[in-house]
């Protein structure tokens, strides 16, 4: 069955950086985009971009343009989501989810304080 | 950005009785080369990631109950629940995947009346 796992919660200070992982099993990694979606408590869902798992290139909502990164590990069917100069704004459960949305992580637990 | 306004905020249905959320796109997320409405639905239950429910509008997604419709083209879109089950108390989310930067409604909450 398909599975996204994510790595653990991450408490960061303002201006750091944080790097998400999003471990992928049970289907063909290379054969499906991964998204990566947020969401500030209180707050709606926010689509961040996805990565094509297949040759890496990617596409960024411009609000995230410059201070994210989506790489991918095809030989561990893994990618990986980092944010930089982090603020407070980015508390978030961060999520990945594979093409279409069908498949979602448990998500992680960003919360960025001083 | 396209944004996407749902309503009500909130609803309060018995036990067996209809929901009915409704959501807006500011601009209109048919694309009439295949006539496909690029809309999805997405159930939240509280801890766990986003469910897809509904996609093209109207097609249920594998595995989801068929009291679960969704309705609507171009601009306005429906998801209806026809009879509330105890399971359905959530936050249901609408999303347009017509273009980038894909964008969600602010969610609706509905409850046990």
């Known amino acids: 069955q398909v599975q996204l796992v994510q790595s653990g919660a991450e408490v960061k200070k303002p201006g750091a950086s944080v790097k998400v992982t999003c471990k992928a099993s049970g289907y063909t990694f290379i054969s499906y985009d991964i998204n990566w979606v947020r969401q500030a408590p209180g707050q709606r869902l926010e689509w961040m971009g996805w990565i094509n798992a297949g040759n890496g290139n990617t596409k960024y909502s411009q609000k995230f343009q410059g201070r994210v990164t989506f790489t991918r590990d095809t030989s561990t069917s893994t990618a990986y989501m980092e944010l930089s100069s982090l603020r407070s704004e980015d508390t978030a459960v961060y999520f990945c989810?594979?093409?279409?949305?069908?498949?979602w992580g448990q998500g992680t637990l960003v919360t960025v304080s001083s | 950005d396209i944004v996407m306004t749902q309503s009500p905020d909130s609803l309060a249905v018995s036990l067996g009785e209809r929901a009915t959320i409704n959501c807006k796109s500011s601009?209109?997320?048919?694309?009439?080369?295949?006539?496909?409405?690029?809309l999805a639905w997405f159930q939240q239950k509280l801890g766990q990631p986003p469910k897809l429910l509904i996609y093209?509008?109207?097609a249920r997604e594998s595995g989801v109950p068929d009291r679960f419709s969704g309705s609507g083209s171009g601009t306005d879109f429906t998801l209806t629940i026809s009879s509330l089950q105890a399971g359905d108390v959530a936050v249901y989310y609408c999303h347009q995947f017509y273009s980038t930067p894909y964008t969600f409604g602010q969610g609706t909450k509905v409850e046990i009346k």
């Open positions: 989810a594979r093409e279409a949305l069908v498949y």
């Open positions: 093209w509008a109207s």
């Open positions: 601009q209109n997320i048919l694309d009439r080369s295949n006539n496909k409405n690029y």
